[in-house]
């Protein structure tokens, strides 16, 4: 992953970090948490982070583990400014695309937790990819699912309140609105000429459920 305005964890540190996690037996480890948070702030956010393991890691606890340890660190300085995130170009991939799975659902976490400290999100094409990796895979909650549509769009307004964690958005096109869960509810998602959420709306036999982002806030 690719984050600017930020810090460089290089090569070596990140051998360092892992065998410190490998260590401790793959837990989840607050000290280590810590620890990335303090370099971090130490070294300041003048450089660059090249984290590309928080997402590629191939074990997701490791993944968790920086993840938190970043957002740790700017829970203690809330005036680190804007954060952009995106998966950089290659050769081979030159479109920024978060193509596999590997610690995607901490990294949307992570992601969801930055926009909730203030920070803005260039995650545009994170969401297409998730749906992608979910059809194998299908852990992504309608929570994280409305978090990384809000992100795509740069945080043109706030992320509204969450209607619902426990409902699953299945893997569907971007330009599919409205789908049908298993229980009989429908989510559908209304977003206005800018192509901006208007409103998130869940539909039961019972009672339908709405949330209206707070645009005044944009």
């Known amino acids: 992953m690719f984050l600017t305005d930020s810090i460089r964890i290089d090569a070596g540190e990140w051998s360092e970090l892992e065998a410190a996690f490998r260590a401790g037996g793959g837990k989840r480890n607050t000290r280590m948490e810590d620890e990335v948070a303090d370099r971090v702030l130490t070294r ?5 982070i090249d984290v590309d393991d928080l997402i590629y890691a191939q074990d997701d606890r490791l993944s968790f583990v920086l993840g938190a340890g970043l957002v740790r660190a700017v829970g203690r300085d809330m005036e680190l400014g804007e954060m952009y995130v995106s998966r950089r170009p290659s050769r081979a991939d030159p479109a920024p695309v978060v193509d ?17 400290l203030g920070f803005t999100i260039d995650a545009t094409r994170f969401c297409a ?15 994280e699912r409305i978090a990384c549509d809000h ?29 049908v869960q298993p229980s009989g509810a429908r989510v559908s998602m209304f977003r206005d ?10 539909r039961t036999p019972n009672r339908t459920r709405e949330r209206v982002p707070d645009m005044a806030a944009s």
């Open 151 to 179: 992100l795509s769009r740069r945080r043109a307004y706030p992320p509204v309140t969450l209607v619902s964690s426990s409902c699953r958005w299945p893997a569907v096109s971007r330009a599919q609105e409205s789908v």
């Open 44 to 48: 300041g956010w003048a450089d660059m």
């Open 193 to 202: 000429g800018t192509g901006k959420v208007a409103r998130i709306e869940i």
């Open 129 to 143: 990819a998730t749906q992608r990796a979910s059809r194998d895979r299908d852990w992504m909650t309608l929570e």
């Open 100 to 116: 596999r799975a590997y610690g995607i659902p901490q990294l949307s976490c992570f992601l969801i937790q930055m926009s909730r």
